[in-house]
């Protein structure tokens, strides 16, 4: 019999097999088009149930003792649950990021109550729980929203001088912004890996995109500005890895 953890990892895979290995964009097409008369969603729906019902019958033990009926009904829940949230899906604009994440988190939450019936016990939760409430998982989340909007909005705040001396660069709204987080988040997870020559490898890496682009520009002031700032984020962010290893992360 394998582990819950096991288990749990073993549904959430036949999902991902399901939702998109094993469904054509035509299937896809059909649902937004014809909605609850879309033959491919039904096929969808049992296509899924299969695949749960399946991982529940080859993986554990519990379905002998539980009897084919258990794992008939568990089919069927996935299925139906499935084709519902599918279907709302559908009533819905399509090709939006956040409903594309409520639907996989609406499935996911199925398949997690599935678990944890199936497995008869609650204490995966307590376990959970009790984990994010650890002060070494608090103190991360703490410092991985500092290093989005509201270092975001100091690092804006800093540059607001020189900023207002570039004219117009022809960028992405907010594009910059965006990089600056996710660079942030790198940064900040290679600190508290330890792995501290990689951010010298990420800064090169930017150093090389960019080096065309400001060539290009020869403008100075430019310059003088993307490295301030680049510098200003990997810098705070250094700190604050840093004072995370070693206020928490260090013995």
Do not use: C, N
Not at 20 to 45: D, G, I, K, M, N
Not at 55 to 64: M, N, P, Y
Not at 78 to 87: E, F, N, Q, R, T
Not at 116 to 141: D, E, F, Y
Request: avoid cysteine; hydrophobic fraction near 55%.
């Amino acid at each position: 019999m394998i582990t819950p953890a096991s288990l749990l990892l073993a549904l959430l895979l036949a999902h991902l097999a399901g939702d998109f290995l094993l469904q054509p964009h035509t299937w896809v097409e059909e649902r937004y088009r014809l909605r609850h008369r879309s033959p491919r969603l039904l096929q969808h729906a049992l296509v899924h149930g299969l695949l749960a019902g399946a991982v529940l019958l080859l993986a554990t033990d519990q379905a002998i003792s539980r009897g084919i009926g258990a794992v008939l009904l568990a089919t069927l829940v996935v299925a139906g649950s499935h084709w519902l949230i599918d279907l709302a899906k559908a009533r819905l604009p399509a090709g939006e990021l956040r409903w594309f994440l409520l639907d996989q988190a609406s499935h996911l939450l199925v398949l997690v109550v599935l678990w944890l019936a199936w497995i008869g016990s609650g204490q995966p939760l307590t376990a959970l729980w009790h984990w994010l409430t650890t002060p070494v998982v608090l103190g991360l989340a703490v410092a991985y929203l500092l290093v989005s909007r509201p270092l975001a909005i100091i690092i804006a705040l800093v540059m607001q001088r020189w900023s207002e001396q570039l004219e117009e660069t022809g960028t992405l709204a907010r594009a910059g912004a965006r990089i600056g987080m996710l660079e942030r988040f790198l940064v900040l997870t290679l600190v508290l890996l330890d792995q501290l020559t990689a951010v010298g490898f990420l800064l090169a890496a930017k150093s090389v995109l960019r080096f065309g682009d400001l060539r290009e520009a020869q403008d100075r002031k430019l310059t003088e500005y993307v490295l301030l700032g680049t510098l200003l984020s990997v810098s705070t962010t250094l700190v604050l890895g840093m004072l995370v290893r070693l206020l928490l992360l260090e013995d």
